[in-house]
């Protein structure tokens, strides 16, 4: 896990507003990787359970998973996703999985 | 005989009860309206007991006065939904219900034992809900003798029941504190999983400069991991701590049990909606009116009478073999009482966030969007007698079901 992020691929990718990548599917691990390296998080096994789980959730339901449904249904306890993406689980694993922001709030 | 059952006589039970009555061909169809509460709640109206505004006694009206006589109604716990049998087992009776169409309308819950901590040794002493009428109520007893201290609202996790509602609190709390005289002896502190005041980010702006001119001091992104309630502290996940003297909580709200027990929910029993018909995504003869759905709109009576066209509409359809139009566009429309007997309206849908104006005749209003008057105020406080006399009936309130853009003020960028 401690290969060298390649930034120039995140380049040619489209974002909105807040740093979301807009097309769910140009996304590939190695860009999980880089966003990773932006927002200063070194991905374990951890992070990507719940990246992978992000990601499934996303081709399901159409849209990114609330913070308790990773909790609740991805089985990763709520202070352990704190640890893992400080500042906003949900959102953070949403940006480094290429999905739009998660919309559990309205 | 046909059957249309009809589980939850709130807002949106009651008024499908009536509007179907209307409707459908009563020698060729049955409708069953089931609730396990003999008591209608209007539930906006919590929000002003803990000030004394409303008594207990203004809220509630029995269920009855409000359903037509052609509809057979039930009081009974549910015991579970059988919607691959087309059937639904209520306690009270032992042969199944069998339907042809079922409307849910099990509405939503708080649960406060979800944030850990929460019920145990404060509850109800130094912890409260309004959300309830028993907790409003309680809520309204301890302030009578308050001499002030620090005060946090807090709300444990979105979605929640009328999502202004904790503004309008803090807002209603501010003002009381002034005419109480105490104020300057009372810190308000919010704190909300939200990344600010407000769900949408215009009304999010300026109802955060409400809380600012109103000295209320907002902490946003607070995710509550547990309540210490021996040393009156809350504390969040990412172990921000803040200490209150009395706490004022907005618990998880959650769908009712029996979509649990159905297996028919999602991870906070709120049954996956398609959120332009109303249809369940499952289940092509089960309809599902307000807050016990899933859709990204807000979960408010306000909500619920928008979906009440659309879902009749689409369910006369679904009778005659048609297939349901997605006419159901989000739209929500809240008067938020801002204090010192005024109020601000809000006004809008899944696409189009609250702007500022007039509604709903453009550059005429009456009422004024994204902004405080008192002519808004008056508008919630005549609410009350419009939903117990017009809405629940289900007639007509002469507004559009869907979103309009008419007065609505919208800036270049």
């Given amino acids: ?19 979301f990548m807009t097309d769910a599917s140009a996304w590939t691990p190695e860009i999980g990787e880089a966003i990773a390296t932006v927002l ?47 500042g906003g689980p949900a959102k953070i694993a949403a940006k480094i999985a290429g999905l739009p922001k998660p919309t559990g709030c309205i | 005989m046909k059957t249309l059952l009809i589980l939850g006589a709130g807002t949106g039970g009651t008024m499908v009860a009536n509007k179907m009555s209307q409707l459908l061909d009563t020698r060729e169809w049955k409708i069953i309206l089931v609730d396990k509460d003999e008591t209608h709640y209007y539930q906006p109206g919590f929000l002003f007991v803990p000030f004394n505004i ?37 306690s009270k009776r032992t042969s199944p219900i069998r339907y042809d169409q079922l409307v849910i309308a099990t509405g939503s819950d708080i649960r406060p034992e979800e944030v850990e901590g929460l019920a145990n040794g404060g509850w109800q002493k130094n912890i409260f809900d309004f959300y309830t009428l028993d907790g409003a109520t309680k809520l309204g ?13 807090n709300v444990a996790e979105m979605p929640i029941k009328c999502p202004v509602a904790p503004l309008e609190f803090l807002f209603l709390a501010d003002w009381f504190f002034h ?10 502190v919010y704190s909300t999983p939200l990344p600010g005041a407000f769900t949408k980010p215009r009304a999010s702006a300026i109802l955060g400069d409400f809380l600012e001119q109103k000295g209320i001091h907002l902490e946003a992104d607070y995710n509550i991991m547990e309540v210490d309630s021996g040393k009156n502290i809350i504390r969040s996940y990412d172990e921000r701590e803040i200490n209150y003297d009395l706490l004022v909580t907005i618990p998880t709200n959650m769908g009712a049990e029996v979509i649990e027990r159905s297996g028919m929910g999602d991870e906070l029993n709120f049954i996956p909606t398609n959120k332009h018909t109303l249809q369940s995504k499952k289940w092509e003869n089960v309809w599902i009116i307000g807050d016990a759905g899933n859709v990204p709109a807000s979960k408010a009576g306000s909500v619920a009478h928008f979906m009440l066209d659309v879902l009749v509409e689409n369910l006369q359809r679904a009778i005659e073999g048609h297939a349901p139009l997605p006419e159901f566009d989000g739209h929500a429309n809240c008067f938020i009482e801002s204090g010192f007997n005024k109020g601000i309206l809000i006004d809008f849908n899944y696409d189009v966030e609250p702007l500022p104006g007039t509604y709903p005749i453009p550059a005429f209003g009456p009422f004024s969007l994204l902004k405080e008057s008192t002519f808004n105020h008056w508008g919630k406080m005549a609410f009350r007698w419009m939903y117990w006399n017009i809405l629940l009936k289900g007639r007509k309130i002469p507004v559009s079901s869907q979103m309009s853009m008419a007065g609505k003020l919208v800036y270049e960028n």
């Avoid at chain 1, 449904?69 to 640890?83: N, T």
């Fill in chain 1, 1 to 19: 896990m401690t290969k060298v992020a390649d930034f120039s691929i995140l380049e040619t990718l489209d974002y909105d507003d807040d740093g």
């Fill in chain 2, 141 to 153: 007893e301890f302030l009578k003798t308050w001499k002030g201290g620090r005060m946090v609202l």
């Fill in chain 2, 179 to 188: 005419e109480q005289g105490i104020r300057d002896k009372v810190e308000i």
């Fill in chain 1, 40 to 86: 200063e998080i070194g991905l374990t096994e951890r992070h990507w359970a719940v990246i992978d789980f992000a990601r499934k959730e996303f081709v399901e339901n159409g849209e990114a998973p609330t913070l308790r449904k990773i909790s609740k249904v991805g089985g990763v306890p709520m202070k352990e996703l704190y640890d893992l993406f400080p």
């Fill in chain 2, 54 to 90: 409303y008594t207990p006694n203004d809220v509630v009206k029995p269920k009855r006065n409000f359903i037509p006589k052609n509809v057979e109604l039930i009081f009974s716990d549910i015991e579970v939904i059988e919607p691959d049998k087309n059937q639904v087992k209520l």
